[in-house]
């Protein structure tokens, strides 16, 4: 969840950025901040054991192509209890997006079959599959601007480095959204440099080890508190400083920077 707030305890008016990972709480609590609305995106690589947690935080839920494959064929390992045929019913995808080289055709039909929209791109051959459903969420959420969305993407990470790359290259494409990476091991956001970052660490559920890497550019000042090692208007740059290994000490994390920042931190097994 998270929310903006106005503050002027600084010389400069900067709006603050408050982020806590309440989506991976049983229930979505939303404290004392007001609450976002969550689309989901997967893919198709190893799914969170949190997957049907996250699916059920969220008012949508887009398949990235093969990510089709992952729901169909991941889900119901995931539920052990259900009955198979019994989940791959309930949890039927919006929309299936993308350049449809990986979707099964057995997958496609079954859920074409319940309902789910299908868009085939497969002319376009220039962005990614997560790329296009970021770009299909952005352009038909009814105003965006005031949905305090926030897109959650499982499977982001492990696997092939090229992918990797190419999903937290849509962090910075669409660098305006909250968009949220998510492994069974960490996630990943974008801290922007346009605002100061409020983060509440559920420490059930995340923590303690994080990182701050400077991709893209280098930052020439960054500040933060709340951190084992925090840094106080330090330069950090790839083949530099770069903060990998560093531990979330309390409940709140404080960060400003000159630049675009990603924000990474571990998840309890
Ligand atoms: N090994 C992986 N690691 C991380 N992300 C992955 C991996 N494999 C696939 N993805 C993600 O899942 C999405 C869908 O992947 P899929 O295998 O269906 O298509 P692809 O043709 O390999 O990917 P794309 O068309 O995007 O290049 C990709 O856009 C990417 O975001
Ligand atoms: C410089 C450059 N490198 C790679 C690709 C290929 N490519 C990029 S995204 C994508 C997936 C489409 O779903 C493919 C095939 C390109 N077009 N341009």
Known sequence: MAAYWSSRQDSCVMEVMIHSSTFLLPT?????????????????????????????????????????????????????????????????????????????????????????????????????????????????TPNLEKSNLCILVAGALGGRFD???????????????????????????????????????QSSVEGPHCGLIPIGMPSGRTSTTGLQWDLDDAEMRFGGLVSSSNIAKGEKITVTSDSDLLWTISIKK
């Open 28 to 140: 979505n609590s939303s404290d004392t901040h007001p609450s976002l609305t969550y689309a989901l995106i997967l893919l198709n690589q190893r799914l969170p054991r949190f997957a049907p947690l996250l699916w059920n935080h969220a008012q949508l839920r887009v398949c990235a192509d093969g990510g089709a494959n992952r729901v169909y064929d991941d889900f119901p390992q995931l539920l052990p209890h259900e009955d198979a045929s019994h989940v791959r019913n309930r949890y039927k995808p919006d929309l299936i997006k993308g350049d449809m080289d990986s979707i099964r055709t057995e997958v496609l039909d079954f859920y074409a079959s319940l309902g789910t929209k299908v868009i085939d791109e497969s002319q376009d051959q220039d962005t990614t599959d997560l790329h296009k459903c970021v770009a299909y969420i952005r352009d038909f």
């Open 163 to 201: 992918h990797e790359a190419g999903n937290l290259n849509v962090l910075f494409q669409f660098s305006a959204m909250r968009i949220i990476l998510l492994s069974d091991d960490c996630l990943i956001h974008l801290l922007p440099k346009t605002h100061r970052h409020e983060i509440y660490i």
